[in-house]
C-alpha cells in the first residue's frame, strides 16, 4: 500500500495480537532488476505499536542493507507526501 497508511490499517489483526508493522523504502522502484540493488543504503520509514515491532523492523531493514529511521503514526501522510 502507499507509505501514507501505517499501522492503523492493520488494527483488526493487532486486536488479535499479532505484531503489526509498517515499512516503507524512500526511493521510487521502476521495475528492473536494479530496484533489488537500490535498496541498499535506502532509508526506510518504520511505523510499529511497540518497541519489540520497532526492533523488528529495523531487523528486517538492516538484514536488506536499508537505513530505518522511525516515522509517528500520524506523521505518515506527511512522511510520504515529503517523498513526492
Same mark, same amino acid.
Not at 17 to 37: K, N, Q, R, S
Not at 57 to 83: K, N, W
Given at each position: %500500500? ?5 499501522? +492503523?490499517?492493520?488494527?483488526?489483526? $493487532? ?5 503489526? !508493522?509498517? #515499512? ?17 543504503? %535506502? ?5 510499529? +505499536?511497540?518497541?519489540?515491532?520497532? $526492533? ?5 531493514? !538492516?538484514? #536488506? ?20
Amino acid at each position: %500500500t502507499s507509505g501514507a497508511n501505517g499501522i +492503523g490499517l492493520l488494527a483488526p489483526l $493487532a486486536e488479535r495480537g499479532c505484531i503489526t !508493522l509498517a #515499512i516503507h523504502p524512500a526511493m521510487t522502484f521502476v521495475g528492473t532488476e536494479e530496484d533489488v540493488d537500490r535498496l541498499r543504503g %535506502t532509508g526506510f520509514g518504520i511505523t510499529a +505499536g511497540d518497541e519489540i515491532g520497532y $526492533a523488528i523492523a529495523q531487523s528486517l531493514v !538492516l538484514e #536488506i542493507g536499508g537505513e530505518p529511521f522511525r516515522v509517528r503514526e500520524d506523521a505518515r501522510t506527511l512522511y510520504h507526501a515529503a517523498l513526492a
